[in-house]
């Protein structure tokens, strides 16, 4: 019984250790489905992606007020010359 226990409790404390942390997804496009309740879905990178989706089912796509860039990690430097 104790074995059983112990693996109850170290099992999911050992796949917690491994998880990767969770990103959000940030796209530009939002497609605002016509149906009960106003469906949304921003989950799209360009207007066309957006487009298809709703084309079937109906709806309309409009940009993602929350969108932010990824900003650039590489920072350029200017390297100055010492005269």
Do not use: H
């Not at 109850?8 to 016509?34: F, K």
């Not at 879905?41 to 309309?60: D, K, P, W």
């Amino acid at each position: 019984m104790r074995p059983l226990l112990f693996i109850a409790v170290a099992l999911p404390l050992i796949l917690a250790i491994q998880a990767e942390e969770a990103a959000a997804q940030n796209y530009p496009w939002c497609a605002q489905y016509r149906v009960q309740g106003g469906a949304r879905n921003c989950g799209f990178v360009t207007f066309e992606q957006c487009m298809a989706t709703v084309s079937g089912v109906g709806g309309y796509c409009e940009t993602n007020a929350l969108y932010r860039p990824e900003a650039d990690t590489a920072v350029k430097r200017r390297l100055r010359r010492a005269y």
